[in-house]
């Protein structure tokens, strides 16, 4: 079956810091790979994607690469501001897009 | 461009009533999907739409759940005979089929006492 796997939070860290959120997942076949963000109070944004082996998804300072082999797609920013903070879904796509499997989601507070 | 909009926001419900959700998706979009989500986790899929069509609905969806999307365009999902365990953020989100991202509304956020 289909599911991902992401490391509990929350994670507590100070501006600039280094962040990496882990994401794991089994699927079959092959999916494409989601990071989502909710913002206290709003819905989810799509930050980042990748929809086949080897490909780096990225947007705002955040990226993220499908491995195959490990079945990974961790989440990493090199610096984080107070704005970053909120939680971030891993999130995969099997067969035809017709419905995304969620992980439970990592909440990043960042403090200044 | 607007995105996807819910109605309403919040709703509280005593036991035993029925509630109504609203989804207007994006206007261009075929693919309508619902999700629930529980505090302190990921969304998980209810159902999805394809036009007018329901094409896969989850087991979670029980048979006091009901959704429907008669034209095409909006969606509602009707929850019969509430009970305390289906509080929880009930979310739209919708596509074009073939596009792998899903654009989301805020949520409708369901208390039952």
């Known amino acids: 079956g289909n599911s991902v796997t992401q490391m509990e939070g929350p994670v507590t860290l100070s501006e600039e810091a280094f962040l990496t959120i882990n994401c794991t997942y089994t699927?079959?076949?092959?999916?494409?790979l989601f990071w989502y963000v909710q913002y206290p109070g709003e819905g989810l944004q799509l930050l980042l994607k990748?929809?086949?082996?080897?490909d780096k998804g990225s947007n705002k300072g955040f990226e993220a690469t499908y491995r195959k082999e490990t079945t990974s797609f961790h989440l990493e920013k090199g610096s984080v501001q107070v704005s970053d903070s909120a939680v971030y879904f891993c999130?995969?796509?099997?067969?035809?897009?017709?419905?995304?499997?969620f992980g439970s989601g990592t909440k990043l507070n960042v403090k200044p | 461009d607007t995105g996807v909009s819910q109605d309403p926001r919040h709703k509280i419900t005593k036991r035993g009533q029925n509630v109504t959700f609203r989804c207007d998706p994006i206007?261009?979009?075929?693919?309508l999907y619902w999700y629930r989500q529980t505090l302190g986790q990921g969304p998980e899929f209810l159902t999805y739409?394809?036009?007018?069509?329901?094409?896969?609905k989850s087991r979670l969806l029980s048979d006091r759940f009901s959704a429907e999307r008669p034209k095409g365009s909006f969606s509602t999902l009707e929850i019969q005979r509430t009970e305390q365990g289906d509080s929880a953020m009930y979310l739209c989100?919708?596509?074009?089929?073939?596009?792998?991202?899903?654009?989301f509304g805020p949520g409708t956020r369901l208390t039952v006492l």
């Open positions: 699927a079959t076949g092959y999916p494409s």
């Open positions: 989100a919708s596509s074009r089929k073939g596009m792998d991202e899903q654009f």
């Open positions: 739409f394809q036009n007018e069509a329901q094409l896969e």
């Open positions: 999130a995969l796509s099997a067969y035809n897009f017709n419905k995304f499997y």
């Open positions: 990748a929809t086949k082996a080897d």
């Open positions: 206007s261009e979009h075929n693919r």
